[in-house]
């Protein structure tokens, strides 16, 4: 069975651009998490959908959005890149809405902004 | 403002040793997680924690949490190089509306 998959694997942008990163969960979860994992600032929350509504947000600003479309996919978008924007972006997936459903993570999105 | 806090941030031991990680939160919170990541790697979920005294083993390693306290820990018993990895706490908030992770442990098992 796959795993949760991401697109692309690196990503390079210039500040001012948008970028669009891509995640596709597990077949069978409905819910997908995405995080940002900046060099430091560690790892932090950043949305989490399920069943294609946000359900949680971090506290990130409104330029960081996404969606999660009828096949469960998700995609986050960050508008106005910055510097600071730079970072591992991890999306993970898990069955629903109980809390111990175990979150699967996938392999990232290296976005860097020059 | 919810704040996690993780000691140590380095650990360096021997294999067989075991040791304890510890997490400190500020608020009140009834859901802690911890995740494992190998270098260049992304995270692992290893053990989601909802309730006072709950306790969770996994091979060498098992977590507890101390709500009261507001305490986690994460101990590692008999530890192989095998482990040698960061290791995460998070904490979500009372009110669902935020997740803070702590620093990061990183574990080095020597032989």
């Known amino acids: 069975e796959a795993g949760v998959t991401q697109s692309p694997t690196h990503l390079i942008k210039t500040r001012g651009q948008q970028a669009t990163l891509r995640c596709s969960p597990i077949s069978g979860h409905t819910s997908v998490y995405w995080y940002q994992q900046a060099l430091g600032l560690g790892l932090q929350f950043l949305l989490w959908?399920?069943?294609?509504?946000?359900?949680n947000r971090g506290n990130f600003p409104p330029r960081f959005s996404g969606r999660q479309f009828p096949n469960y996919s998700s995609e986050l978008n960050v508008n106005a890149l910055e510097l600071e924007d730079s970072a591992l972006y991890l999306c993970?997936?898990?069955?629903?809405?109980?809390?111990?459903?175990?979150?699967?993570f996938g392999p990232g999105t290296r976005l860097t902004v020059l | 403002e919810l704040k996690v806090e993780q000691n140590p941030l380095f650990l360096s031991m021997q294999e067989g040793k075991n040791y304890t990680i510890y997490c400190n939160y500020s608020?009140?919170?009834?859901?802690l997680y911890w995740y494992r990541q190998d270098p260049g790697k992304s995270l692992e979920s290893l053990f989601v924690?909802?309730?006072?005294?709950a306790v969770k083993q996994e091979g060498r390693l098992m977590a507890s949490l101390d709500t009261k306290a507001r305490l986690s820990t994460l101990h590692i018993t008999a530890a192989v190089h095998d482990l040698s990895a960061t290791y995460f706490c998070a904490v979500e908030g009372w009110n669902n509306n935020d997740m803070r992770f702590g620093a990061g442990t990183r574990l080095t098992v020597k032989p």
């Open positions: 924690l909802l309730s006072n005294g």
């Open positions: 608020t009140t919170s009834d859901r």
């Open positions: 959908y399920d069943e294609g509504e946000e359900r």
């Open positions: 993970a997936s898990s069955l629903g809405l109980q809390v111990t459903d175990t979150q699967y």
